[in-house]
């Protein structure tokens, strides 16, 4: 796929209703890396007020966008799917934005292992994913 088609993508990943709901903003993604920030918003945190945590939901659907932008970063990718996502919570994320880094660590014809790290604001570590995704 040539470059202003996988640019085109991108642009519509961030621009999907999910994503723009979220607030997604895909800063980069080039040679199977990505990076992806959502923006603090009230309407994604769980019950108790401005001061309770992210919701995982949340968390989890920054670390599939950025891992998909990560797969779709790679030459040879013309379609993508979720086969599995795996989150691991390792912190709270408490009145913050919150940025992820995707790298894919393996591909072959048609799967891609995903690796993905999500950080707050001060830059600690609030969740790491592994990301399977059929490609074609």
Request: proline share 4%.
């Amino acid at each position: 796929m040539p470059n202003q088609d996988r640019s085109r993508f991108l642009e519509l990943l961030e621009r999907a209703p999910f994503s723009a709901m979220l607030g997604l903003k895909i800063e980069s993604a080039a040679d199977g890396s990505a990076t992806v920030r959502m923006p603090f918003d009230l309407r994604i945190l769980n019950e108790g007020g401005p001061t309770a945590p992210i919701h995982g939901g949340a968390i989890a659907a920054l670390a599939d966008v950025a891992a998909c932008a990560a797969v779709w970063s790679l030459a040879e990718t013309t379609r993508t799917a979720t086969i599995s996502i795996t989150v691991n919570y390792t912190g709270f994320a408490v009145n913050s934005g919150l940025i992820a880094r995707a790298r894919v660590k393996r591909h072959g014809r048609r799967i891609a292992s995903v690796s993905v790290e999500v950080f707050d604001a001060a830059g600690a570590l609030v969740a790491d994913a592994l990301i399977t995704y059929k490609i074609s």
